[in-house]
């Protein structure tokens, strides 16, 4: 159970609230907790507790995500979100975001092995987190009805042969970063007057935030101690998943060296149904098309379902457009456990071609019917 406050309730928004009204409310409470104007010993966690809820409420995505499911991945909660910050943050008078957050809060090492120095998910300069990966997947409706395991390949990049991952030519070695003295970063000191200093870490610009810098780089990987390669992973694909739905499996995407894998997406697309229409909350519509005598006097024949045939009985005197049901013979319902209805939907099958015989009982009944 999640022990976080409600976004809406941090920001206190209205859960309808627009993304202006969003900002205007993000904006008042970081103007009273931001820590260089609130010295109270809760100003900093607060600070970061209605910007974590900003970084989610602002960008439409990731306040859709939050909506349907709660409270997302830490990784995911800041990702992107720079410009969202940036305007405010200038707009306030505290400088941009890179600024403000790396003077607040600095960052564990973890952090900033992934580019991240502040432990919030945001990537300045050249991160060490892997790239995204999107492949698109196309499913039948039979694969929606019972879910299935798919083995995909996707892009990779494995170790060097050549240099064994290093990067460095075969026989050399990374030397230390004379830059940053091997810590990755270094500092900035900004006097504004005699009463204020301030000190900013930035990750060097010579090595990157590696701390070591490569003098003869290996040239079958350029460096990068990875080469491209392909890969076969197994997905399991949920029953009941919709077109245009997307897959993430987090750490499944491409990595670079000491940094954390980027993500794999996966977007489904369902292909045409010969036979059914896909309609919403897992309802399946089937067109029967009978004959006019199975209409007047009724009959009872075997639907096809994706689940296998079912006998329906039609009454006699059924009209065109009439519509049966066959409960629970439809597809599972994305993240629910119900399972929708197969509606069978009535049409007449009118003959094209006609025996003269054919033609003179039609004629013949038409005009009993006058009488």
Known sequence: MSTKRDYYEVLNADRNATKDEIKSKYRKLALQYHPDRNKSSDAEEKFKEISEAYAVLSDDDKRKKYDKYGHVGPEEVFRGSESNFDEIFRDIGFGGIKDIFEQLFGGGSSARNRGDPFGFGFNFGRSNRGEDTVLDLSLTLEDVVTGKKETI?????????????????????????????????????????????????????????????????????????????????????????????????????????????GDLFIRIHIKPHQTFERLEDGHLLYTLKLKYTELVLGTEIIIPTLHGGEKLKIPAGSQVDSIFNLRGKGIPVHGRRSRGDQIVKIKLDIPTKLSERQKWLIKELDDTKKT
């Open 153 to 261: 390949e996707v892009p990779s990049l494995e170790k060097c042969s050549e240099c064994n991952g290093s990067g460095c030519y075969p026989g050399t070695k990374r030397k230390k970063c004379m830059a940053c003295n091997g810590l990755g970063q270094t500092k900035r000191v900004i006097n504004e007057n005699r009463f204020s200093t301030f000190v900013t870490v930035e990750t060097c610009r010579t090595c990157r935030g590696v701390g070591e810098i490569i003098e003869k780089p290996c040239k079958n990987c350029k460096a990068s101690g990875k080469v491209p390669a392909r890969k076969n992973i197994q997905v399991e694909i949920p029953p009941g998943i919709e077109d245009g739905m997307t897959l993430q499996l987090s750490g499944r995407g491409i990595s670079y060296e000491n940094g954390v894998p």
